[in-house]
């Protein structure tokens, strides 16, 4: 892993976590798109999924998202983009303590 200085790191947001679990992918894979009469991942059949699956220890690829659980469950996590020339490059949710890390 590699070690990110100040001036890379921005924090740009909060993941706000109600089930445990945070899901990441393009929401064309996920919302309903209604000119082409796409409905969208329905939270149940992706719950279900999820659930066959050996979710616990691993994220899980499911229908264009990978869904993983939290390692504390419910909460408010902060999101962090690392730029390179003004772009991001890499997005960090900090589970953890931010003060822990030397970003």
Do not use: H
Not at 8 to 14: M, P
Not at 15 to 20: A, F, L, P, Q, T
Not at 60 to 77: A, K, N, Q, S
Request: hydrophobic share 30%; proline share 6%; glycine share 8%.
């Amino acid at each position: 892993m590699k070690t990110y200085y100040q001036d890379q790191v921005e924090k740009v947001g909060e993941c706000w976590v109600d089930s445990g679990t945070v899901m990441v992918g393009d929401p064309c894979y996920v919302l309903p798109e209604e000119s082409t009469g796409d409905p969208g991942l329905d939270y149940e059949d992706l719950l279900n999924k999820w659930k066959e699956s050996d979710y616990k220890d691993n994220p899980v690829r499911i229908e264009g998202v990978t869904v993983f659980m939290t390692p504390w469950g419910d909460g408010v996590y902060p999101i962090y983009a690392v730029k390179k020339d003004s772009k991001i490059v890499r997005i960090i949710i900090d589970f953890e303590d931010e003060e822990d890390y030397d970003y």
